[in-house]
């Protein structure tokens, strides 16, 4: 049974750094089959992609945030992670990671999603 | 920027009733990558739909994907109680290559 879980603090202050790692049970992050991303969604709000990652560390950003994030991969703790920095009240959300099918592209199973608050 | 504009915004029916929900792109989406999604209050979004018209793993027929080009479709049957939540459509390709619409409100009538 796949399974994925983030994990990080819940409350960022302005102008820090949000970290969030998503660790993966049930299948392998080194997969060729699959991709692997991030999703925010503000409260009320819809969904953004963020940006995803390749086992290889082939990295896909959101351009209207890409100079502020990173994605990186361990594969040896079969979990990627997510920081982006400089951080404002606009970038409180609930955080998700999902995997990505390479034959659809779509995100086929997600995380429960944590939220992060950005607030001095 | 493929722009995913989903319509309606809400959709007020009855359980029992057809829901028809449309999800319309600024430029042509492939259809091996439009996908659709459930979304509850407090949980992470569902695929439903893949590939336009394939339904995921466990997803009742109930629900079905059509379209092409820049139109497509997600239909509800006959709503359950359970089926009443927010929907979004979603494609790849282009830049930003992953992109979601807004979303289309089903709540009861």
């Known amino acids: 049974q796949l399974q994925l879980q983030e994990s990080g603090p819940g409350l960022v202050k302005p102008s820090e750094t949000l970290s969030l790692t998503c660790t993966v049970s049930?299948?392998?992050?080194?997969?060729?089959?699959?991709?692997w991303g991030w999703i925010r969604q503000p409260p009320g709000k819809g969904l953004e992609w963020i940006g995803s990652?390749?086992?290889?560390?082939?990295?896909y950003y959101n351009p209207s945030l890409k100079s502020r994030v990173t994605i990186s991969v361990d594969t040896s703790k079969n979990q990627f992670s997510l920081k982006l920095s400089s951080v404002t009240a606009a970038d409180t959300a609930v955080y998700y990671c999902a995997r990505i099918p390479l034959t659809a592209r779509d995100f086929d199973y997600w995380g429960q999603g944590t939220l992060v608050t950005v607030s001095s | 920027e493929v722009v995913l504009t989903q319509s309606p915004g809400t959709l007020s029916l009855s359980p029992g009733e057809r829901a028809t929900l449309s999800c319309r792109a600024s430029q042509s989406v492939s259809t091996s990558y439009l996908a659709w999604y459930q979304q509850k209050p407090g949980q992470a979004p569902r695929l439903l739909i893949y590939?336009?018209?394939s339904r995921a793993t466990g997803i009742p027929d109930r629900f079905s994907g059509s379209g092409s080009g820049t139109d497509f479709t997600l239909t509800i049957s006959r709503l359950e109680p359970e089926d009443f939540a927010v929907y979004y459509c979603?494609?790849?390709?282009?830049?930003?290559?992953?992109?979601f619409g807004q979303g289309t409100k089903v709540e009861i009538k």
């Open positions: 990652t390749y086992y290889s560390g082939s990295t």
């Open positions: 049930g299948d392998s992050i080194s997969s060729s089959y699959y991709y």
């Open positions: 590939g336009a018209s």
């Open positions: 979603q494609q790849y390709g282009g830049s930003p290559p992953w992109t």
